[in-house]
């Protein structure tokens, strides 16, 4: 089994969705002896901002630069990560009710037109199905459904969209939410994903 583990949380060692990501990794290693496992931290080393630049270059037009040939390079490494993957861990934090900078940064080179998605003349299919994607997601706040502010989340709704675009139909969440609603909501949160990571890889 191939598995992908991306991390985004800009926190380091105080991250939680590190820490549950890591946790999750864990899980699939015990009960998974044959796990490959491809490490992707996207604050330690970002994947740059999808530019125009890139995509001339994806169209056959040779990069200006040295550093820009990397990027790109960089960035068809994550593609070609993705696509092996049969299950990809991603730690996404929520940042201003949406995910972090850096994950929208990796997300623009693996939705690509032709590799991970494609349009037909009965509209769009997901071309990356058949695999499983765990998303590690924290939260402040309470933003599930149900709740008064449910209406802020675009960050899980944003993610499950997305993956679903790219033809990936096997989406779970490991949440962890009201971390900084006080001590009690906190231990809730953390007991909530924690069990949810027990269950995976069953």
Request: overall charge neutral.
């Amino acid at each position: 089994m191939k598995l992908l583990h991306i991390d985004s949380s800009i926190l380091g060692e105080g991250s939680v969705s590190r820490q549950l990501t890591a946790k999750l990794v864990a899980a699939a290693r015990s009960k998974h002896r044959d796990v490959q496992v491809t490490y992707r931290d996207l604050v330690a080393q970002p994947v740059g901002h999808l530019t125009g630049l890139h995509l001339a270059a994806a169209q056959g037009v040779k990069p200006e630069s040295s550093a820009l040939q990397q990027d790109v390079n960089a960035g068809l490494s994550d593609l070609e990560s993705f696509l092996a993957a049969d299950v990809v861990i991603v730690g996404a934090p929520m940042y201003n009710f949406t995910i972090s900078s850096q994950l929208k940064a990796w997300i623009d080179r693996i939705a690509v037109a032709g590799k991970t998605f494609r349009y037909t003349e009965k509209g769009p299919e997901g071309l990356a199905g058949g695999k499983k994607v765990f998303i590690v997601s924290s939260r402040g706040g309470f933003y599930s459904q149900g709740t008064p502010t449910a209406f802020l989340d675009h960050q899980e709704t944003y993610l499950t969209n997305l993956f679903g675009f790219l033809g990936v139909t096997d989406i779970e969440f490991v949440r962890a939410e009201g971390l900084a609603a006080g001590d009690d909501n906190r231990a809730k949160g953390l007991n909530g994903a924690n069990g949810t990571i027990s269950a995976a890889f069953a």
